[in-house]
């Protein structure tokens, strides 16, 4: 019911203005109030919808009155009542948010226009709060979808500009901050400790979480510009080290934290250099960071800049099963050290870790692959390259029977979940569980088997559902935000822009026109 106060200090015009609504708006619920002091006290206990407030009264006027009620329930509205000697009143109290006002007198039919177009105003800012609290409520439950997708497709896929523009929006961060990444690595048995990991990383307020990915998760962390980075980054990991059931030795736990980059488009980096620094979880303090990695003489296997792009190209190299790259990569690491006469004990060594972070990295794309060692102690640089090769050849044959077990339709079956669901806030993690792989390798056998990743196919699924919504000129723009799983009107013109060179306006006019013709 909508409900309506009267207030006038003129008997006689209350009524009269209550038995013009009741007649051309008898679903109205109407009081009265004959000063002020009393329409002040009466709005507290009826909770009216609109006003009707006479200017003129003695006591506490009409524009007093309002400035009191709408202090302390600003939802209310207003329409001034006044004669034509006050009218600078009624201009004043439109400045002060009233609706609209009536002139006395007024005929039937202007003060019953007026209260419904009031109505109707009322109504659609209610409508329009309704959607927006609805929309604010469906962003807050896919938050946690967006930063995981976000996490997953910065540091093993890309983003395109358009989507990173509104991801950065909807997560409030600023790209001009530094960022790194940190990631922790969990003993067996403990992935239930993600959700423990993730509340650590929320209540600092500045990081982003990765989907679970094996026993390993990422975290982008953006730079705090009160204090250093170490200082933040270790405070962060010795906060992370605490959701571990026991942090003593052999605990299991780890935390690898890469080094500060400018950009959104250098953070791979880090997360690779992040996976560098907990190749050894053994370590008695439990954080490390990739620039504290050890740099030695040339006898004793120097770890330079050139090397060290080396570990993170062949990163790259094994998550695109690019293995005769992964093989030149690390047969040429042993040609080196040979010809700079280093000790062939701390190469083999050397060799062993760069094959531990070669089995790390299959671990990440779901491939469970068994843990690189040699054997014996290698008496030569022939007998290294023969042993290396052989624990290599190991770890493709895991890799391809992996690739080898999934059902033949599964990329057919995601494709079909994304076009049946695009409308919704799905996430790589959720379409993960769903056919059993993991969101990293969904990522990569979407540029692999499609040319496009993720998060382009799903805007291609949601642009042609708006083309096929926009041919009925019923539903507005808007709607159709909204129904093809968009928070915002303004992003979705600006992408359906960018993939079909004319704005969503320009589209349905072509549109409409061609179908009339």
């Not at 209350?14 to 009081?31: S, Y």
């Not at 099963?321 to 062939?344: C, K, P």
């Not at 760069?354 to 054997?375: F, K």
């Amino acid at each position: 019911m909508f409900k309506v106060l009267i207030v006038d200090d003129e008997r006689i015009e209350r009524e009269g203005l209550r038995a013009i609504l009741k007649n051309g708006c008898p679903d109205l619920e109407i009081e009265e109030a004959s000063n002020g002091k009393i329409a002040v006290e009466r709005a507290a206990a009826f909770r009216p919808d609109l006003i009707l407030m006479d200017i003129k009264m003695p006591g506490m006027n009409g524009l007093e009155a309002v400035e009191r009620i709408a202090a302390d329930d600003p939802d209310i509205r207003f329409i001034m009542v006044t004669a034509f000697d006050t009218f600078d009143y009624a201009r004043q109290a439109i400045k002060l948010g009233v609706k609209d006002y009536l002139l006395k007198p007024s005929k039937a039919r202007e003060i019953v226009e007026t209260v419904d177009k009031a109505r109707k105003q009322i109504e659609e800012e209610r409508k329009s709060l309704e959607r927006n609290e609805k929309q604010q409520a469906a962003l807050k439950k896919a938050m946690p979808l967006v930063e995981t997708d976000v996490v997953t497709q910065l540091l093993f896929d890309h983003v395109h500009e358009v989507h990173l523009e509104e991801l950065l929006g909807l997560l409030d961060i600023r790209a001009a901050n530094e960022m790194f990444v940190m990631s922790v690595l969990l003993p067996p048995g403990s992935e239930s400790s993600y959700s423990a990991v993730k509340e650590k990383v929320r209540q600092a307020g500045s990081g982003w979480v990765g989907a679970m990915n094996g026993r390993r998760i990422p975290i982008i962390v953006f730079r705090e510009n009160d204090r250093s980075f170490r200082s933040q980054a270790m405070s962060l990991a010795r906060s992370l080290l605490t959701a571990a059931p026991s942090v003593g030795a052999g605990s299991g736990w780890f935390v690898g934290i890469g080094n500060p980059y400018a950009s959104l488009g250098q953070i791979r980096q880090s997360y690779q250099e992040s996976l560098l620094a907990s190749m050894d979880p053994s370590m008695a303090v439990k954080y490390r960071f990739y620039e504290d990695l050890p740099a030695q003489g040339t006898a004793s296997l120097s770890i330079g800049q050139a090397a060290r792009q080396r570990e993170r190209q062949l990163l790259d190299s094994i998550r695109l099963g690019q293995w005769d790259t992964v093989q030149e990569n690390l047969m040429e690491v042993i040609g080196r050290y040979e010809r700079e006469g280093a000790n062939l004990v701390l190469t083999q060594q050397r060799m062993l870790e760069l094959l531990w972070i070669a089995s790390r990295t299959l671990n990440d794309l779901g491939v469970e692959a068994e843990a690189p060692t040699y054997t014996f102690q290698a008496q030569d640089f022939r007998q290294l390259r023969a042993e290396t090769g052989h624990l290599l050849k190991r770890m493709k044959k895991a890799y391809a029977e992996h690739y080898n077990r999934l059902a033949p339709d599964t990329i057919h079956r995601i494709k079909q979940y994304i076009e049946e669901h695009s409308h919704e806030d799905i996430s790589l993690e959720a379409i993960g569980r769903r056919v059993g792989l993991s969101p990293f390798y969904i990522s990569k056998m979407f540029k692999e088997q499609l040319g496009v990743n993720y998060i382009d196919y799903l805007t291609e699924c949601r642009i042609e559902k708006a083309k096929k919504l926009m041919a009925d000129p019923e539903k507005s723009l808007k709607e159709i935000t909204f129904e093809v799983g968009y928070h915002d009107p303004n992003y979705f013109s600006k992408v359906f822009k960018k993939l079909c060179e004319l704005s969503p306006t320009e589209y349905r006019k072509t549109l409409l026109q061609g179908a009339k013709e």
